[in-house]
C-alpha cells in the first residue's frame, strides 16, 4: 500500500515537473522556485502521511474507493490506463476521456504487472455492488444452453449480447439495419451500440447479478465496457470446444437465425479465433478466466461449470 502510495506520488512530481518545463517562459528561474516550493510540500505531506500508522491509510484509501469521492476516480481511471497499455491497445486518451491529473503521461511510465493487477483488483469500485460474470466459447459452444442453467441456479439475470443485438436489428432504424448485415457477416458490431444495449438492459433489471453471454467478443468491447461501465467482471466462464462439435451443433440448432448456415459459420470461427480468443487470453493474464470442457453432455457440462458457482449458493 505505501508503496502505491509512494508510485502515485512520484508520478505527480513527474507531472509537475514536466508541465513546469514545458510552460514557464522564464524558464531556469521559474523552474527552480516552483519545485522548491513543490518539493517543500511533499516533503511536508511524507512526513505527515509517515507520521500516520499503515493501515488507517489502508482503510482510508478503501473508504475512498467506496465512496466515489474525486480522489477514488481519479487512482481508478489511473490504473485501468495502465493496465490498457501493458495489452498494447489503442492509447489511453482515447478510451477514457474522463481521466484527470493522476493519469499516467505519455513518458509511458508503467509500474510493475504484479502492482497493477493488485490495483485492478483493489481500485475498481462495483457499482450497486454488481457481479457480471463475461460467458465467452465459440459459436455454438452451448453458452446459452448453460446459461439458462445458471439462471435457474443461482439467481442471475442472463443477458446475450447476440439476442439484444438481433431485437436492435429488428428496430428497422439504419443503426439496426447495419447491426443485421454485420450478423449475417459473421462481423462484430461496434461497442458503442453493444455496451449501450447492454447497460440499458441492467439498468432496467432489480438483479445485481448478471451473466453476459456473448461479451466481450474482442479487446475494444472489453475497453468500452471499463469505459462505460466503470468496473470488471467478477470473471470469464469460458466453454472449449472444437469448431467440429460447434459446427454440428450450430446447423442442428434451427432457430431460424441468419448467421446458422455453413457460410456465415464459418466467418463467425474466423472472427472468433482472430478477436475473442485474444481477449480471453488477455484475461488470462488477470487470472480471471474459469474453462469449462464443453465438448460433453450438457449434463456434464454444467456440473463443471457450477463449480465457479460455489460463492453464490
Ligand atoms: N453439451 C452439448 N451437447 C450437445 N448439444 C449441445 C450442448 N450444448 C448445447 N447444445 C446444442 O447446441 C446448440 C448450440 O447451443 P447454444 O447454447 O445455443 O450455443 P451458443 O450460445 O454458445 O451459441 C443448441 O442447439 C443446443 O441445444
Ligand atoms: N459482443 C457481441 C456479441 C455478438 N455479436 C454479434 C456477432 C455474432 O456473430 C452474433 C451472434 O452472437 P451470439 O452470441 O448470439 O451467437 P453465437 O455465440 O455466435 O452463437 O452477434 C457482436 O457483434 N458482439
Known amino acids: 500500500m505505501r508503496r502505491s502510495i509512494f508510485v502515485g506520488f512520484h508520478r505527480a512530481a513527474s507531472k509537475s515537473l514536466a ?3 514545458f510552460t514557464n517562459t522564464t524558464r531556469d528561474k521559474s523552474f527552480t522556485e516552483n519545485n522548491a516550493v513543490f518539493f517543500s510540500l511533499c516533503l511536508r505531506w511524507f512526513a505527515s502521511s509517515s507520521s500516520s500508522s499503515s493501515s488507517s491509510s489502508v482503510t482510508q ?5 467506496n465512496a466515489s469521492s474525486g480522489i477514488a476516480s ?21 478510451s477514457y476521456s474522463h481521466s484527470t ?11 510493475s504487472t504484479k502492482i497493477v493487477d493488485d490495483d485492478m483488483t483493489e481500485q475498481q469500485p462495483k457499482k450497486k455492488n454488481n457481479h457480471v460474470v463475461f460467458v465467452l466459447g ?5 453458452k446459452g444452453t448453460q446459461c439458462a442453467n445458471i439462471v435457474r441456479d ?9 439476442d439484444l443485438l438481433r431485437a436492435h436489428m429488428k428496430s428497422g432504424t439504419e443503426d439496426g439495419n447495419m447491426v443485421a448485415q454485420m450478423i449475417k457477416d459473421g462481423k462484430i458490431v461496434p461497442s458503442a451500440v453493444t455496451v449501450k444495449l447492454l447497460l440499458n438492459a441492467m439498468a432496467d433489471s ?12 474482442n479487446k475494444e468491447n472489453r475497453d468500452a465496457w471499463v469505459s462505460e461501465a466503470g468496473y470488471d467482471c467478477d470473471f470469464v466462464l469460458m466453454y472449449d470446444c472444437t469448431e467440429e462439435v460447434m459446427l454440428e451443433r450450430l446447423l442442428g440448432r434451427n432457430e ?3 448467421d446458422d448456415n455453413v457460410e456465415s459459420i464459418k466467418k463467425r470461427f474466423v472472427t472468433f479465433r482472430e478477436s475473442s480468443v485474444p481477449v480471453v487470453e488477455f484475461y488470462e493474464t488477470l487470472g480471471k478466466v474459469r474453462k469449462v470442457d464443453a465438448i460433453a453432455t450438457p449434463e456434464e457440462v454444467y456440473e463443471k461449470t457450477k463449480e465457479s458457482f460455489a460463492q453464490f449458493e
Open 19 to 21: 508541465h513546469t518545463t
Open 61 to 65: 484509501r478503501e473508504e475512498g474507493y
Open 74 to 94: 481519479k487512482s481508478s481511471s489511473s490504473v485501468v490506463r495502465c493496465d490498457l497499455r501493458r495489452g498494447g491497445e489503442k492509447s489511453a486518451s482515447s
Open 101 to 111: 491529473e493522476t493519469t499516467p503521461t505519455s513518458s509511458g511510465k508503467i509500474r
Open 138 to 142: 465459440g459459436p455454438g459452444a452451448g
Open 154 to 162: 443461482y439467481n442471475f439475470t442472463h443477458l446475450s449480447a447476440g
Open 206 to 217: 432489480k438483479s445485481n447479478r448478471f451473466l453476459i453471454d456473448g461479451f466481450p467478443r
Open 256 to 258: 431460424g437465425r441468419t
